[in-house]
């Protein structure tokens, strides 16, 4: 979900595609950029905003493959690649969420937008349709656009997408003014979308016969490594996964990419069974209010008030975080669970929104190998190699 930092990608264990080259895969690779300044308690806000109401450049191949850099925003606060939309491609860089189904960005039409974001220009492109839909995403934070929608060529990986739904904005908030991104490509289900009957990037690369299996795969690399990551259209990276897949049915009665985790250890505590949300569009690993009290007391973490918490700079006076998805352990690091260093002390990696699940950003999802099944529905996790 957008909730940039917002402050959110997988399949089943058998039927996925293979390791070796697939005919009809989309690479993406991830490429970093030490600029964008981490900002936990925007994150939490712009989490917590998305789930607001449930509160309480491209290169072809003939193989129909294609890869695209990717950009690790802000020492992981957001991961974005470019993508080509109408004829010529324009080029714009946009936020990867699986928490979120529309497909917008900053556009010729838009007078408040940033003069440092790239606007689509529906005049440049021979194969634009005006549609003339409303559209408005609204964040509890404030944040918020809104425009129209038209129809055009939307390439991926190399494979253009005919006839995609866009949503070109006519005006955005400062929020968005001031990101490094110029819109967002939702990832989520459609039942979601912003505006009713729109099919999501995925629907159409899966329906238009782009790629052979309803998968896509996600790797996102760590600042602290060296960044970089890739994202997979219709397949994944056997190499990047350290052993065999977890399989979990999702619920996506929400729109979502739901799953329960089983529980897990923060230290010496255990933690109790939970509902969450695969969100590659948030950074924070955003907790249960419940669980999230559990977790900082086993760090001895204080509660800021703003759904984040301060816990020691000192990684090695920290435990691993287990969470247990599917009967597999699934680790998040003792320095994952440092976000960020404010003054003399230090920004968790987990916090809350005062919702009733929980948000599996890439604070999780960073430490794992990512699969997600758009047609079983389920996800896949593996441990990174």
């Not at 940033?114 to 005006?130: G, R, V």
């Not at 790797?219 to 990047?240: C, M, P, T, W």
């Not at 680790?331 to 404010?342: F, R, T």
């Not at 999802?365 to 990174?384: C, E, M, R, S």
């Amino acid at each position: 979900m957008k909730i940039s930092v917002c402050i959110a990608l997988l399949a089943a264990a058998a039927g996925i595609v293979s390791a070796a080259p697939h005919p009809k895969t989309l690479n993406y690779k991830l490429t970093t950029n030490p600029k964008f300044k981490p900002n936990a308690k925007f994150a939490v806000a712009k989490a917590a905003a998305k789930y607001a109401k449930y509160r309480t450049g491209v290169t072809a191949e003939s193989s129909g493959t294609g890869t695209v850099p990717m950009t690790d925003e802000g020492g992981d606060l957001e991961y974005y690649g470019e993508v080509d939309i109408g004829t010529p491609p324009q080029k714009l860089k946009l936020d990867f969420d699986t928490g979120s189904s529309d497909l917008w960005f900053a556009s010729t039409l838009c007078k408040s937008c940033s003069s440092s974001q790239t606007k689509y220009d529906p005049t440049k492109s021979s194969t634009y349709k005006k549609e003339g839909k409303t559209w408005k995403i609204s964040y509890g934070d404030g944040s918020n656009a809104n425009g129209i929608t038209g129809l055009d060529t939307v390439t991926l990986g190399g494979l253009a997408i005919q006839g995609q739904r866009i949503e070109l904005a006519q005006q955005e908030s400062s929020q968005f003014q001031q990101s490094a991104v110029d819109g967002l490509l939702g990832l989520g289900f459609d039942t979601i979308s912003t505006v009713s009957g729109t099919k999501t990037p995925v629907d159409n690369l899966i329906s238009q016969g782009l790629i052979s299996k309803p998968v896509f795969g996600v790797f996102l690399g760590k600042a602290s490594n060296g960044g970089g990551g890739e994202y997979i259209f219709g397949g994944y990276d056997q190499a990047k996964a350290g052993g065999s897949f977890t399989t979990v049915q999702v619920d996506n009665s929400q729109g979502f990419w739901g799953i329960t985790v089983d529980g897990g250890k923060a230290g010496s505590t255990s933690l109790s069974q939970f509902s969450g949300i695969v969100d590659t569009g948030t950074t924070l690993l955003l907790l249960t209010d419940d669980v999230a009290s559990q977790v900082a007391q086993a760090y001895n973490a204080q509660d800021n008030g703003d759904g984040t918490y301060s816990i020691s700079c000192d990684a090695s006076t920290l435990s691993d975080l287990t969470l247990t998805i599917g009967g597999q352990d699934f680790v998040v690091p003792a320095d994952s669970l440092i976000y960020a260093q404010q003054g003399s002390s230090c920004i968790a990696g987990f916090g809350s929104a005062g919702l009733q699940f929980a948000i599996l950003g890439d604070v999780f999802l960073k430490n794992v190998y990512t699969v997600f099944d758009q047609g079983t529905p389920a996800v896949q996790f593996a441990k990174l190699a």
